[in-house]
């Protein structure tokens, strides 16, 4: 867990928060182009962005996160047709959570958190709406998570691989269970593999606190929605990777909240 291995120290001559103040809203950007064309199967790197109301080809200028939509009013320049919130937010959400890594990390290890910030975040906006955890993003962060434990502290690599088993075991028991005693999917197999993911990067001591974080998140989520009118149901479907990603990344930074680990 990042918390554990602060390396701020490191001067590099630039203050931790200027970079992600510059690079994160265009990595936002790129990360809400992902998860528009991904789940259509559209091309993500050679098409250009065009309005979606008008079809217009969006100019460079026209395509600065953040500062490209407030000039704008939210709005296409030609059709005047409202832009939505979608593209903003993510370029914020992005800016956030560098500045958050930077209040928790420092050096090399500020940059890897915030890579996997960036990654968490995509598997999550992808997740609330597609409902489907890529295989791109959740393969790689179990291998990446084991090799980065081995990196900080060779000596607990076998925790960190003990919780990436364990992450796949409950969950498929769980998915497996729910299957047999309700005849239907009730948890996708992108869960079970991203709490693989989860057990490798904070280990078998922070596995329980990351899930218990994102089950919260989600029962939150899943209340607010009943209270603005969705109502609650068996068959309600909840995008429960993007809050396990959420708790993951608490966990990540922040270390666990339940004590089960000794000392």
Do not use: N
Request: charged content about 15%; proline content about 6%.
């Amino acid at each position: 867990m990042a918390g554990a291995f602060d390396d701020s120290d490191q001067d590099t001559g630039l203050p931790d928060w200027l970079l992600p103040l510059l690079f994160a809203p265009f990595v936002g950007s790129f990360l809400g182009v992902v998860a528009i064309r991904w789940p259509e199967g559209r091309p993500i790197a050679v098409a250009r962005s065009r309005c979606p109301h008008c079809d217009r080809a969006l100019s460079p200028l026209e395509l600065l996160p953040l500062v490209s939509w407030i000039l704008a009013g939210g709005r296409c320049r030609r059709c005047k047709a409202a832009l939505g919130l979608f593209y903003p937010a993510i370029e914020l959400a992005a800016l956030v959570l560098a500045l958050w890594a930077a209040s928790q990390t420092g050096g090399w290890l500020f940059w890897v958190s915030c890579l996997f910030g960036w990654a968490l975040l995509l598997a999550a906006v992808i997740d609330l709406r597609a409902m489907i955890l890529p295989d791109f993003i959740t393969l790689p962060l179990i291998p990446l998570g084991l090799a980065l434990a081995y990196g900080l502290e060779p000596g607990k690599l076998a925790d960190h691989a003990l919780g990436a088993l364990a992450g796949f075991l409950v969950f498929a028991a769980l998915r497996w269970g729910y299957r047999a005693l309700r005849g239907r999917e009730g948890l996708g197999f992108g869960d079970v593999k991203l709490a693989a993911a989860m057990g490798a990067w904070v280990s078998w001591s922070g596995l329980p606190s990351a899930i218990l974080l994102g089950t919260l998140a989600a029962l939150l989520w899943v209340a607010v929605a009943a209270r603005r009118g969705a109502g609650l149901s068996a068959d309600r479907k909840v995008p429960f990777g993007a809050f396990l990603a959420f708790g993951l990344w608490v966990v990540w930074l922040h270390g666990p909240i339940l004590a089960v680990a000794p000392g």
